[in-house]
């Protein structure tokens, strides 16, 4: 059976028989069925790259390939001198897309439209540009000027989703359609992915990682979608997993700067062994020290003590000495019989970490800033819309605001696992678009 389906494969992209959207599906549809499939389609683009006597039909059916490769620059040049139908055309506009070249592609796409392609699947196209090139309110009301049967295809569903969780202000809203995208096409990697990232943000891990596996079948797969993966898989100490991940961007994209950076960090953190069993621990350990003290029951003498200390979770607690406790103000042997009750409770006692004790960051000089810069340093980090893997650093580091970041040091935030160069330049660019830097720099 896979033979076969490896054969027609072959024979849909070198056949003289028709080649359209249904036939690109198929071969999309075989790849993500099996992956390995992938060989015969480069094997296919190789053989047609070989002839020298292409009719123009055969060219777009050798740009659609390269294409679906990622060899984006390839197939825009060869299929500008196919055959000018509604396909070529439609897919110089995706060409267009994958470079950001924006105006050129919604300049492809109504090329396309007026050559007779669907003229759903070009709006469709046309909404995702005004989306990227940030005009989402134009974006909806491309949209909300589509009627009929599309209204329910996956595809609008989730351009719909993705253009509400731009306009920000009603996520609900956006999570919803993706999940009715996935309803209607539960293979719909665009849906997946947004519905993963959403996940991914409030700490669903489990949920995040389902969904990503399930978008990372899907062909062409999205590189956010494998590098995603890629890092969750990292953090769960399965680096085979992460380093398939990387491949299958560099199978496409061999000097991708970033699968490969990320490639050689999972393929020397891979050959390191360790405890699992302890890891575990440690992993749980470290949820139970995060857990904030307004979680539980206090005297309000108790509350206001601790807040004055700086005591936010119990990790603060086990690094503090009954001594520095009792030595606060307004703090006697009834608040610290209720700490340690809490303490005993999760089988920690106060002190427990106290060699642990972080020695307090400098303070950051502001005075240099405006009022409105000022202000940003008590934003969350979140505002800085880091990449998953910057994020979860900054998770590891305890860091919550703007301000508390600027407080590090490079050189301290390349000491966190999984924290790179790569990571270090992002935080930098984030950081400099509101006129900010890192403590020294």
Same mark, same amino acid.
């Given at each position: 059976?896979? !033979? ?37 389609? /480069? ?77 759903? !699947? ?12 940030? @005009? ?45 995208? *996935? ?94 069993? &302890? ?10 020290? @995060? ?16 807040? /004055? ?24 042997? &009834? ?21 642990? /004790? ?7 000089? &502001? ?33 919550? &605001? ?15 696992? @999984? ?7 992002? *935080? ?14």
């Amino acid at each position: 059976m896979a !033979e076969a389906h490896m054969l027609d494969l072959k024979e849909t992209l070198l056949s003289n028989a028709s080649f359209g959207p249904q036939e690109i599906y198929v071969i999309r549809q075989a790849i993500s069925d099996d992956f390995t499939h992938f060989t015969e389609l /480069k094997e296919g683009v190789g053989l047609l790259e070989q002839d020298t006597d292409r009719t123009p039909a055969s060219q777009t059916r050798l740009g659609i390939g390269q294409f679906l490769l990622g060899r984006f620059q390839d197939a825009k040049q060869t299929l500008q001198s196919a055959d000018g139908g509604a396909l070529a055309q439609f897919y110089i506009g995706r060409c267009h897309f994958e470079h950001c070249d924006y105006a050129e592609a919604m300049a492809s796409f109504e090329a396309a439209k007026t050559a007779g392609y669907n003229a759903d !699947e070009c709006n469709l196209a046309i909404a995702a540009v005004h989306r990227y090139m940030g @005009n989402a309110e134009q974006a909806l009301a491309t949209l909300d000027n589509m009627f009929g049967p599309v209204e329910q295809s996956a595809e609008y569903l989730y351009q719909r989703g993705a253009t509400v969780a731009v306009l920000g202000g009603n996520l609900p809203e956006a999570v919803a359609l993706y999940e009715r995208a *996935i309803q209607a096409n539960p293979q719909h990697a665009g849906a997946l992915f947004g519905l993963a990232v959403e996940n991914d943000r409030h700490g669903n891990d489990d949920t995040a990682l389902e969904l990503y596996e399930r978008a990372s079948k899907a062909f062409p797969t999205g590189v956010g979608v494998l590098i995603n993966l890629g890092l969750m898989s990292e953090d769960r100490n399965d680096f085979g997993k992460a380093q398939l991940c990387y491949k299958r961007i560099l199978d496409c994209y061999p000097d991708h700067p970033q699968a490969r950076l990320y490639m050689k960090d999972a393929s020397a953190s891979g050959n390191v062994l360790y405890d699992e069993e &302890t890891q575990r621990r440690n992993d749980r350990l470290a949820q139970v020290l @995060n857990i904030s003290v307004s979680n539980f029951e206090l005297s309000v003498r108790s509350r206001n003590c601790l807040t /004055k200390m700086g005591i936010d979770t119990l990790g603060d607690l086990t690094r503090t000495s009954e001594a520095e406790l009792l030595a606060s103000k307004n703090f006697g042997e &009834t608040s610290l019989y209720e700490i340690r009750e809490i303490l005993s409770s999760k089988g920690l006692t106060l002190g427990q970490f106290a060699h642990e /004790k972080k020695t307090a960051d400098p303070p950051v000089d &502001t005075s240099h800033l405006s009022p409105a810069e000022q202000a940003l340093l008590d934003r969350p980090i979140s505002d800085l819309n880091l990449s998953v893997r910057a994020r979860k650093c900054m998770v590891r580091l305890g860091l919550n &605001t703007i301000g508390e970041l600027l407080r590090k040091t490079a050189d301290e935030l390349l000491e966190c696992k @999984n924290f790179g160069v790569t990571s270090l330049v992002e *935080i930098r660019e984030k950081l400099e678009q509101h006129n900010l830097t890192l403590r020294g720099e």
